[in-house]
């Protein structure tokens, strides 16, 4: 395989790394978008607490997302990264006007399930693009540049919420709106972007060759990827079903359990993810490269179960909710979101890549839709109960994390992958 690792990005790296990380902006800016818009609903359509349930299940943070990640993985290793990433944003597009134009629960359910699927293909194939793209020692930086984008994406679209917020469900409609054109424009100028060399080489060399064949379905599950999938996805999928229950719920959860208006609710929720952009850019981006990245996952999932801890043991005043939403974004900020990109795309080879990201992710977010549907209910009868489960689902990834993380810091690419066929 050519080497494309080189020492410092260049001008065109970092502009590849922002095109392929929008899709992290387009994916939590759809997941908050509709978490802000699901009390508006909810009131304008009349709709009940399992009908409530069902839109977070089956929505872009959850149970099509699934699906998505799963057919675009896999398409993505066997006919490259550009054709889903490149054409994926119009089908997103679609379903978004879905939510435009939404004038009872059904269209907002199927646009929700349309963006979901639309969303869950582009993240495998933008998440190995950029850790392709990215020099040697500089993976966890690039791959830092997508999680600041998938918190912007929450802080514009709440912002135009806050701005918006007298407008009411009219409001909501330009937020998705907003959301739609820029998809549309991402399908523009991801068009100048070139395929992955990694990906060409590794077909190159399957084709003459020179590599055995590795990149079937079936060669996933051979002991050595099964165990980098069971690893993973039980971090993540722990840590997500925390994740996903606040992205999606807080909104809710403030101004039906904490009494709060819905715009001071929606203003806690924009404040928590500026303070993850910072955690981002000023731990995780800069030494995330350079440090025992065991132990800082280790410090990350402590902060984390700190701050969810305090909705358990604590009333739900405004000065509690501030408490756990700095801890809660600070740790989470270096923790199990980043490393699940970087370490998803250390652990496999080339052609499995993508496939084996769309696999686990499909696992994650199929598990949190299943979940949505009681988060509603549980809120409802009691929200102490399930805040000592989310804080039990916080240490469970921790303990998993700390227990199996890697040590891939510092090394490319190429000898990630040869330490990978040495041991097969």
Same mark, same amino acid.
């Given at each position: 395989?050519?080497?494309?690792?080189?020492?410092?990005?260049?001008?065109?790296?970092?502009?590849?790394?922002?095109?392929?990380?929008?899709?992290?902006?387009?994916? &939590?800016?759809?997941?908050?978008?509709?978490?802000?818009?699901?009390?508006?609903?909810?009131?304008?359509?009349?709709?009940?607490?399992?009908?409530?349930?069902?839109?977070?299940?089956? %929505?872009?943070?959850?149970?099509?997302? !699934?699906?998505?990640?799963?057919?675009?993985?896999?398409?993505?290793? @066997?006919?490259?990264?550009?054709?889903?990433?490149?054409?994926?944003?119009?089908?997103?597009?679609? !379903?978004?006007?879905?939510? $435009?134009?939404?004038?009872?629960?059904?269209?907002?359910?199927?646009?929700? +399930?349309? $963006?979901?699927?639309?969303?869950?293909?582009?993240?495998?194939?933008?998440?190995?693009?950029?850790?392709?793209?990215?020099?040697?020692?500089?993976?966890?930086?690039?791959?830092?540049?997508?999680?600041?984008?998938?918190?912007?994406?929450?802080?514009?679209?709440?912002?135009?919420?806050? $701005?918006?917020?007298?407008?009411?469900?009219? %409001?909501?409609?330009?937020?998705?709106?907003?959301?739609? #054109?820029?998809?549309?424009?991402?399908?523009?100028?991801?068009?100048?972007?070139?395929?992955?060399?990694?990906?060409?080489?590794?077909?190159?060399?399957?084709?003459?060759?020179?590599?055995?064949?590795? !990149?079937?379905?079936?060669?996933?599950?051979?002991?050595?990827?099964?165990?980098?999938?069971?690893?993973?996805?039980?971090?993540?999928?722990?840590?997500?079903?925390?994740?996903?229950?606040? !992205?999606?719920?807080?909104?809710?959860?403030?101004?039906?359990? %904490?009494?709060?208006?819905?715009?001071?609710?929606?203003?806690?929720?924009?404040?928590?993810?500026?303070?993850?952009?910072?955690?981002?850019?000023?731990?995780?981006?800069?030494?995330?490269?350079?440090?025992?990245?065991?132990?800082? +996952?280790?410090?990350?999932?402590?902060?984390?179960?700190?701050?969810?801890?305090?909705?358990?043991?604590?009333?739900?005043?405004?000065?509690?909710? @501030?408490?756990?939403?700095? @801890?809660?974004?600070?740790?989470?900020?270096?923790?199990?979101?980043?490393? +699940?990109?970087?370490?998803?795309?250390?652990?496999?080879?080339?052609?499995?890549?993508?496939? &084996?990201?769309?696999?686990?992710?499909?696992?994650?977010? $199929?598990?949190?839709?299943?979940?949505?549907?009681?988060?509603?209910?549980?809120?409802?009868? %009691?929200?102490?109960?399930? &805040?000592? #489960?989310?804080?039990?689902?916080?240490?469970?990834?921790?303990?998993?994390?700390?227990?199996?993380?890697?040590?891939?810091?510092?090394?490319?690419?190429?000898?990630?992958?040869?330490?990978?066929?040495?041991?097969?």
């Amino acid at each position: 395989m050519t080497s494309v690792a080189t020492s410092g990005s260049s001008r065109e790296d970092w502009k590849n790394t922002i095109l392929a990380g929008l899709a992290n902006y387009i994916d &939590a800016g759809s997941i908050v978008a509709g978490g802000a818009a699901l009390a508006l609903w909810t009131e304008a359509y009349k709709m009940s607490n399992s009908l409530v349930g069902t839109i977070g299940a089956l %929505g872009p943070n959850a149970i099509s997302a !699934g699906v998505g990640a799963l057919i675009g993985g896999r398409l993505c290793d @066997l006919f490259g990264r550009k054709r889903i990433y490149q054409y994926d944003m119009l089908f997103y597009a679609f !379903g978004m006007l879905w939510l $435009v134009f939404a004038m009872n629960a059904w269209m907002v359910l199927l646009g929700f +399930f349309l $963006v979901g699927l639309a969303v869950g293909a582009d993240i495998p194939a933008s998440w190995s693009l950029i850790a392709e793209i990215a020099p040697k020692g500089e993976r966890g930086k690039h791959s830092g540049v997508a999680q600041v984008l998938w918190y912007l994406g929450p802080v514009v679209v709440l912002a135009l919420f806050l $701005v918006l917020a007298p407008l009411g469900l009219l %409001g909501a409609r330009i937020v998705f709106a907003h959301l739609a #054109i820029l998809a549309i424009a991402l399908t523009f100028l991801r068009s100048s972007m070139h395929e992955s060399q990694y990906w060409l080489d590794a077909q190159a060399a399957k084709k003459s060759g020179a590599q055995p064949d590795k !990149g079937r379905f079936r060669d996933l599950f051979t002991r050595q990827h099964i165990g980098s999938m069971a690893f993973l996805t039980g971090m993540y999928v722990f840590w997500n079903l925390w994740a996903g229950t606040n !992205g999606f719920f807080l909104p809710y959860i403030l101004r039906t359990v %904490g009494a709060q208006t819905q715009f001071m609710s929606v203003a806690l929720t924009m404040l928590s993810f500026g303070i993850g952009m910072a955690s981002i850019y000023f731990v995780f981006m800069k030494v995330s490269d350079k440090v025992n990245q065991r132990l800082l +996952f280790g410090i990350s999932a402590l902060i984390q179960v700190v701050g969810m801890a305090l909705f358990a043991v604590l009333p739900m005043t405004l000065p509690v909710a @501030l408490l756990h939403i700095f @801890l809660m974004a600070f740790g989470q900020g270096f923790g199990a979101q980043c490393f +699940f990109q970087l370490w998803s795309s250390e652990m496999f080879p080339t052609l499995l890549r993508s496939t &084996a990201q769309g696999f686990m992710f499909a696992m994650v977010r $199929v598990s949190l839709g299943f979940w949505s549907f009681f988060v509603p209910v549980l809120t409802a009868t %009691g929200f102490q109960t399930l &805040a000592w #489960i989310l804080t039990g689902f916080l240490v469970i990834s921790g303990v998993i994390g700390v227990l199996f993380a890697p040590r891939n810091e510092g090394k490319s690419l190429e000898e990630l992958e040869a330490n990978l066929r040495a041991n097969a």
